[in-house]
């Protein structure tokens, strides 16, 4: 019989947070792990929010990846960056273990505030074609290290692959497969450190069904909703939260 390590009123509100981050996904096509990392990191250590968050996001990242025929020519591209993301995860975890104590929410915070202060810049990157080969590996393993101090993925992966000049589907996919190999890192760490057990992992699995809601409920939505109205009111939320997990652990 599989005993929860977390009372009833809070697997509801974890439910509530993962339709809403999957909500925001199926609309922007990220922010699942974001939302999700920031909201339960209110009410819990960030290793174990970090747990609950492996089967949701490695499941809705592989359903954003789509049609293998356009994904080939990504994953040659790509796997530069993608080696980097998985080295720099698993040191990152080697160095400093599980994300854990002050220092944890104040560096998600943190990652948060920039995040969300680049979103809103609504900076236009772009990057040559003849310096991917040595900056993806880079940025990569700089991803990987952000992922194993906060359980964020996003940064500074998002702005690099936006800085590519992808069609929009291409760009996606490219989210959705940086996404997936950078949940499978962090799980792996977070497996060698003893991060979690195998009741958080079923918790995990079981806020799959809020989290595919959600992202069923977004990509509904993303036809009907103004993409730039809703990723500005994405980013100030994100920002303020952000701000405020920071002002919490030093006040």
């Not at 009372?7 to 925001?24: I, M, N």
């Not at 922007?28 to 492996?54: R, S």
């Not at 273990?97 to 900076?123: D, E, M, Q």
């Amino acid at each position: 019989m599989f005993s929860s390590p977390f009372p009833s009123q809070f697997l509801l509100l974890a439910a509530a947070v993962f339709v809403l981050a999957g909500l925001v996904k199926g609309v922007v096509g990220l922010g699942l792990p974001t939302v999700a990392m920031g909201l339960l990191a209110l009410a819990m250590p960030p290793a174990q929010a970090a747990a609950l968050l492996v089967a949701p996001s490695l499941i809705t990242n592989l359903w954003q990846l789509g049609r293998w025929a356009t994904l080939r020519p990504l994953l040659w591209r790509l796997a530069p960056m993608q080696i980097g993301v998985v080295l720099g995860t698993l040191v990152g975890g080697w160095c400093w273990g599980a994300p854990a104590g002050a220092w944890a929410s104040v560096a998600l915070g943190a990652a948060l505030l920039v995040y969300a202060a680049w979103g809103l810049a609504g900076a236009q990157l772009r990057v040559a074609p003849r310096v991917e080969k040595w900056l993806g590996p880079c940025v990569g393993a700089l991803t990987g290290l952000v992922t194993a101090v906060t359980g964020v993925f996003v940064l500074p992966a998002v702005p690099y692959l936006q800085a590519l000049g992808l069609p929009r589907e291409s760009l996606m996919q490219a989210m959705g497969l940086s996404f997936s190999v950078s949940t499978v890192a962090l799980a792996a760490g977070l497996s060698s450190h003893a991060g979690f057990s195998s009741a958080e992992v079923m918790v995990s699995l079981l806020m799959l069904l809020p989290a595919a809601l959600g992202m069923l409920l977004g990509q509904m939505l993303r036809s009907r909703l103004s993409p730039a109205r809703f990723r500005l009111c994405f980013f100030i939320g994100l920002g303020m939260l952000g701000l405020h997990m920071m002002l919490r652990q030093v006040s």
